[in-house]
């Protein structure tokens, strides 16, 4: 087997990786809703910016539960179930996101790409990987 390969399937099977591979996309699908929103709308800055993480929370969970923690929950409840633990966490962290951007922006004089893109982001990335593990994508759901 190549070394790229090697390395490859190595990363493929860390799910820490694949989280930060997959959060960055989100991240992505959130800031480009974000600022095509802004730039080509006249929503206002919180309008735009839950738009845009209601956007990236949807895209989150397609590819957490196909790719990250492959989720093992099948049938309709099942999955209902365990999107709406996903959704759940994730407006927790909508709201800590909102929240901290306006925030960030508004009070403390933060420019809008520094608030959304960097700051927030991490602390939402961290959050959200330590929900999706320990309360989404539980590996006691296959066994229910």
Same mark, same amino acid.
């Given at each position: 087997?190549? +070394?790229? +390969?090697?390395?490859?399937?190595?990363?493929?099977?860390?799910?820490?990786?694949?989280?930060?591979?997959?959060?960055?996309? !989100?991240?992505?699908?959130?800031?480009?809703?974000? @600022?095509?929103?802004?730039?080509?709308?006249?929503?206002?800055?919180?309008?735009?910016?839950?738009? @845009?993480?209601?956007?990236?929370?949807? /895209?989150?969970? %397609?590819?957490?539960?196909? /790719?990250?923690?492959? @989720? #093992?929950?099948?049938?309709?409840?099942? #999955?209902?179930?365990?999107? &709406?633990? /996903?959704? &759940?966490?994730?407006?927790?962290?909508?709201?800590?996101?909102?929240?901290?951007?306006?925030?960030?922006?508004? #009070?403390?004089?933060?420019?809008?790409?520094? %608030?959304?893109?960097?700051? $927030?982001?991490?602390?939402?990335?961290?959050?959200?990987? $330590?929900? @999706? +593990?320990?309360?989404? /994508? !539980?590996? #006691?759901?296959?066994?229910?």
């Amino acid at each position: 087997m190549g +070394k790229g +390969k090697e390395q490859l399937l190595r990363f493929w099977n860390n799910d820490v990786l694949r989280y930060i591979f997959f959060g960055v996309c !989100t991240t992505l699908v959130n800031l480009v809703c974000f @600022s095509v929103l802004r730039q080509t709308t006249a929503l206002p800055l919180n309008a735009a910016n839950t738009i @845009s993480v209601v956007v990236a929370i949807l /895209f989150a969970y %397609a590819v957490n539960a196909k /790719f990250v923690f492959v @989720s #093992k929950e099948r049938g309709f409840f099942g #999955k209902l179930h365990e999107f &709406g633990r /996903f959704v &759940g966490a994730r407006l927790f962290t909508m709201g800590i996101e909102v929240g901290g951007v306006w925030l960030l922006v508004e #009070k403390a004089g933060i420019g809008e790409f520094w %608030a959304k893109s960097v700051i $927030i982001q991490i602390v939402v990335l961290v959050l959200n990987y $330590i929900f @999706s +593990k320990f309360l989404v /994508f !539980t590996k #006691k759901n296959a066994d229910e």
